[in-house]
């Protein structure tokens, strides 16, 4: 699918405008958006990028903001604007996305992401957001995302109010052919927790997830 004439796919920016606010705000739930304020200074301090897709008038169709750690990118959030849906303007996006960090941070892995659990063990969920769930896995794979560590059981911290934790999928772009170590994966789920969600190695539910990562690679040290 071509763009239309005039949209601009995947361009950074260093300001974070009226427009991104809207859509921020329709796609992410309070409770998983961090304040503008800290988004832009991490964009001010090179520790996060910005980019997006406009569209002819230069309205904003779609955006990402990547966190960058120390071997890996990280995709903190990609929002399309839901009127704009239909024109694919994610898929480029993302395939943009990825070439971009490819080009700019060689000695990085690749690119991850979470998503939420497509089998999940501690909460009951609908066969409507099942669904929802399968989509989201669906679009990454498409774009040629595999499972980070398959059989790992990848915990968030509990959200604002609510007190149990989230059962999470962690995907991967892999930006070679190499294969990801073991013990490579185990320091970046340890730096994710670390950078991320500010729990050190000792928490409890750290403890809990590099056991699961652990016990997947004892088959497949060497591996992915």
Not at 91 to 98: E, G, N, P
Request: charged fraction near 25%; include cysteine; hydrophobic fraction near 40%.
């Amino acid at each position: 699918m071509t763009s239309p004439a005039g949209v601009r796919i995947c361009e950074a920016s260093a300001r974070l405008e009226n427009d991104w606010r809207e859509v921020y705000a329709t796609a992410f739930p309070m409770n998983e958006r961090e304040p503008e304020e800290k988004l832009q200074e991490l964009i001010d301090t090179g520790r996060l990028l910005y980019h997006k897709t406009v569209g002819a008038e230069g309205e904003l169709l779609c955006f990402s903001l990547v966190s960058l750690a120390s071997k890996f990118s990280f995709l903190a959030y990609i929002a399309t604007d839901p009127r704009q849906r239909s024109g694919g303007y994610g898929s480029k996006h993302m395939r943009a996305l990825i070439d971009l960090l490819k080009q700019d941070y060689p000695h990085h892995v690749g690119l991850l992401l979470e998503i939420e659990s497509t089998n999940p063990r501690m909460l009951q969920i609908s066969g409507e957001e099942l669904n929802v769930r399968c989509r989201r896995l669906s679009f990454y794979q498409k774009l040629g995302s595999e499972f980070f560590c398959p059989g790992m059981r990848y915990l968030s911290p509990s959200l604002q109010g609510e007190a149990a934790e989230h059962e999470l999928e962690v995907l991967l772009f892999n930006f070679s052919d190499a294969p990801i170590l073991h013990d490579c994966k185990s320091g970046i789920v340890a730096e994710i927790y670390e950078r991320f969600y500010a729990l050190a190695a000792d928490h409890p539910l750290v403890a809990s997830v590099m056991k699961s990562l652990h016990s997947c690679g004892l088959n497949d040290r060497g591996g992915k």
